[in-house]
């Protein structure tokens, strides 16, 4: 039961990993060609409403879903264990799907003023308050099943992944709680307030925390070394506890608000490259003896490019939050570019790592093809740098013209044109490599060899490499 | 820069209980972080009891920290509004001040706006930087938004992302519903360069609905319930009324107000026969006066003659108009004192 269980949350997760990225790269042509999308509106459907299926799918279905699936593997492993509860995981893996599906409907028919199924005005919590409910009631199964199986432990002490999975999962439910049910009690700025400590948080204290405990059991096991360092788990571990939850009014620094409240932001934005720094050091460092393995196994490879991102986010986050620089960046696109570069590249690395680790250990077979699991990862590697540069440029020009130059938007579009078709190109070079992956995993699951204990997750070129025996 | 500020804005002024908490917290983690570097560790130590009181703390920090925002957002909420505050009831009205007669909601219209995600490329504040910059087209510094001007919105959407203009005073610039409908259903009719999709799935009621509410938006409520603009005299020259439809329906209400406010190009009003301040296409500037042949001019090539102060965006309307329409529109502006 419990197998199922994982496997239902992960398997479900791909479908979404297919998805949003696809309607990201589809409604990225609004920029370019906007009559061409103008279809769109015989389905009663808008670039505006694509975009929060992107970002709920994005968000909720791929990379909460694989994460709970990596969650419901890896807790029992690390307490030696069997998962407790798992009929109730599994349920919730069916709720949760529902949760998403009734989203996207509800997002799609756009209710006007009814105070269950209209969308939200939150970012990232649009999902009326229906969905919430049911999405609080999945959250509370895999919290209580997952709990249960770290008190039924029969190892005393918790690993460092423990303490990001499970603390994780309590501050995923407080933001959550908070960003679509606690701001209902505010009106006017206050509203907004509030929001802002959930849109960051979002990030910060359901995705980070477990993307990094993910990261924390992978890097250790494929590279089959110790963590470097015990105490930068618990410096990097206890200072995110600390400094990333008053991050969130960053968003809306120069908006009119009580200055104060501004400032702690900032100052918190600035702290969190402590905890950075600590948990990079710590992945980077922890495979030092045995770097050869990366080579070979393709989650390590996943896991330490998602550390790679994640650095590079983590160091480009508290330097755009400063005022200095934040006033010239904000509003355009340097910000979205940002947070692909954390969802995209850091944490689907590890989705990715989590995945490709687990998807043998599961099924019993090994992923069939080294070639394609390369493609995917060189598209990792590649293709997506030069689409965050793309993003990233995009958000430069339109930065200079029209805060520099003070070029209307009108004249900014015609001047970010190009930057825009590079974007969307090696977007959907980007979402071409998820397809392949999902391909990849799919089609494992019909060929791929049988998998034992000790074998590599991705089969090695047998045959091959035979052949080249033989003509040595 | 006419930013006001409360008196408890600046850091200095925050609560005193805000300042024994954040020198606790500082000096606590100071503290942990000396430990955690160079303490001793007894991993022995551990225990279940050890553990439990550790998973606490991770929910009191971030609950600590949510208190941190919910004290300026209970201040922000005590805020008295602004004159100029948007503040309309469920249920109420306005009726089009472009004079169409057309009626619409703009609260109702503010749901929709949030229902068809508008606020993910607009945002509803304008900051003290943005008039320095490209984005504040047309605004006057002391429209920059103060926290006062949001107390009556039911819920917040200020907006991260601007890739289209804001619209915290597009009801002030476009004073005119059928222009804001016409507009939703076909952006690129009026502004040819622009990417936003068409809404033309609304519903009419939809449509009326959220346009009033952009019309609602950068207008004092008072004013705007009592009427912007006056009604025309009954015995006006029908070549005025033709004008007036042509200034909305070819969408020079886009960028030309007529009641002297500010937008992106010169106000009509009071244009008729004054003096111009322009400048040359060779960079000279002259003053001319703004009689029949000049506006004539400014219409079909706008580049020739550009008023100072203002940008060359205007297309040509060289052949967009007929002789018939062009006199039209001249006789509006001339009526227009």
Not at chain 1, 136 to 147: D, G, K, N, R
Not at chain 1, 386 to 410: A, D, E, K, P, W
Not at chain 2, 127 to 144: F, H, I, Q, S, Y
Not at chain 2, 200 to 228: H, I, M, T
């Amino acid at each position: 039961m419990a197998e199922k269980a994982i496997k239902l949350w992960f398997f479900s997760s791909l479908v979404w990993l297919a998805l949003g990225p696809l309607i990201g790269a589809l409604m990225s042509l609004q920029f370019l060609w906007p009559n061409a999308l103008n279809f769109l509106a015989d389905f009663n459907f808008a670039y505006s409403k694509a975009r929060i299926f992107h970002t709920n799918l994005v968000i909720y279905g791929w990379i909460g879903m694989s994460f709970v699936a990596a969650i419901l593997y890896i807790i029992p492993k690390l307490c030696g264990t069997e998962l407790k509860y798992p009929k109730l995981a599994y349920w919730a893996g069916w709720l949760w799907n529902l949760a998403v599906l009734l989203n996207l409907i509800l997002i799609w028919a756009g209710i006007v003023g009814n105070p269950l199924l209209s969308i939200q005005p939150y970012e990232y919590a649009e999902a009326p308050l229906l969905v919430d409910i049911l999405i609080v009631l999945c959250a509370v199964a895999v919290i209580f099943s997952v709990h249960s199986t770290v008190l039924a432990r029969t190892k005393p002490t918790l690993y460092v992944s423990v303490w990001y999975l499970l603390g994780g999962l309590y501050t995923t439910a407080i933001t959550y709680l908070v960003g679509n049910f606690l701001v209902l009690a505010f009106s006017g700025l206050g509203n907004q307030i509030i929001h802002a400590w959930w849109l960051h948080n979002a990030v910060g204290l359901f995705i980070t925390p477990l993307g990094l405990g993910i990261a924390y059991y992978l890097i250790p096991i494929a590279s089959q070394q110790p963590v470097y360092s015990h105490r930068l788990g618990i410096l990097g571990f206890w200072t995110l506890m600390a400094f990333y939850p008053g991050t969130g009014l960053h968003h809306f620094l120069q908006m009119p608000m009580p200055t104060w409240i501004g400032e702690f932001a900032v100052v918190s934005s600035v702290l969190l490259a402590i905890p950075v720094l600590a948990v990079v050091v710590n992945h980077l460092a922890t495979p030092a003896g045995n770097w050869r393995k990366i080579f070979d196994s393709f989650p390590l490879r996943f896991a330490i490019f998602g550390s790679v991102y994640y650095l590079f986010t983590c160091i480009q986050g508290p330097f755009q939050t400063t005022h200095a620089v934040n006033w010239f960046v904000h509003f355009t696109e340097w910000v979205q570019a940002h947070a692909h570069l954390a969802l995209t590249g850091a944490f689907t690395c590890y989705g990715i790592a989590a995945i490709i680790y687990i998807f043998p250990r599961l099924t019993g077979r090994q992923l069939y093809s080294r070639t394609l699991a390369n493609w995917v990862f060189w598209i990792m590697a590649v293709v997506f740098p030069l689409f965050y540069l793309g993003f990233t440029h995009s958000g430069l020009v339109t930065g200079i013209s029209i805060n520099i130059l003070g070029n209307t938007i009108y004249e900014t579009i015609s001047a970010v044109w190009l930057a825009r078709l590079f974007r969307t190109l090696m977007g959907a070079g980007v979402v071409l490599g998820f397809l392949l992956f999902g391909y990849l995993i799919v089609r494992s699951l019909q060929i791929g060899p049988k998998f034992a204990e000790g074998m590599n997750e991705v089969a090695e070129p047998v045959l091959a490499r035979a052949e080249r025996r033989v003509t040595a | 820069m006419q930013h006001q500020h409360q008196p408890w804005q600046a850091p200095s002024e925050a609560s005193g209980v805000y300042w024994v908490l954040v020198v606790l917290v500082g000096a606590g983690l100071l503290a942990f972080m000396l430990w955690a570097l160079y303490g001793k560790m007894r991993p022995r130590r551990w225990t279940t009891a050890g553990y439990h009181a550790l998973g606490a703390l991770v929910i009191i920090m971030t609950l600590f920290t949510l208190v941190l925002y919910i004290i300026p957002a209970n201040q922000a909420q005590q805020i008295p509004p602004t004159a100029r505050a948007w503040d309309w009831k469920p249920g109420e009205t306005i009726k089009d001040p472009g004079g169409s007669g057309l009626e619409g909601e703009p609260y109702r219209g503010y749901l929709v706006y949030l229902a068809n995600g508008c606020t993910y490329c607009h945002t509803l504040y304008l900051r003290p930087e943005d008039l320095k910059t490209g984005w504040a087209e047309g605004a006057k510094p002391d429209e920059v938004s103060q926290m006062g001007d949001f107390v009556h919105f039911p819920f917040t959407m200020l907006g991260t992302q601007r890739d289209g203009p804001d619209l915290s005073i597009i009801g002030r610039k476009i004073p005119d519903m059928k222009y804001h409908i016409d507009h939703l259903v076909d952006p690129r009719k009026f502004k040819p360069k622009s990417v936003m999709p068409t809404y033309r799935y609304l519903s009419e009621r939809d449509l009326r609905d959220l346009a009033a509410f952009l019309v609602s938006l950068g207008n004092e409520p008072q004013k705007l319930r009592a009427g912007v603009t006056p009604t025309p005299p009954p015995a006006e020259d029908p070549r005025i009324a033709k004008g007036r439809e042509l200034y909305r329906s070819a969408g020079c209400v886009a960028c030309h107000s007529v009641d002297g406010s500010p937008n992106v190009g010169p106000t009509w009003k009071g244009l008729f026969e004054h003096e111009v301040e322009v400048v040359l296409p060779d960079g000279t500037e002259t003053k001319v006066l703004a009689d029949e042949a000049y506006l004539r001019e400014s219409i079909e090539q706008p580049a020739a003659k550009i008023v100072k102060g203002f940008q060359n965006v205007m297309p040509s309307y060289a052949g967009r108009f007929t002789d018939e329409e062009l006199q039209a529109l001249i006789e509006y502006i001339k009526s227009l004192r």
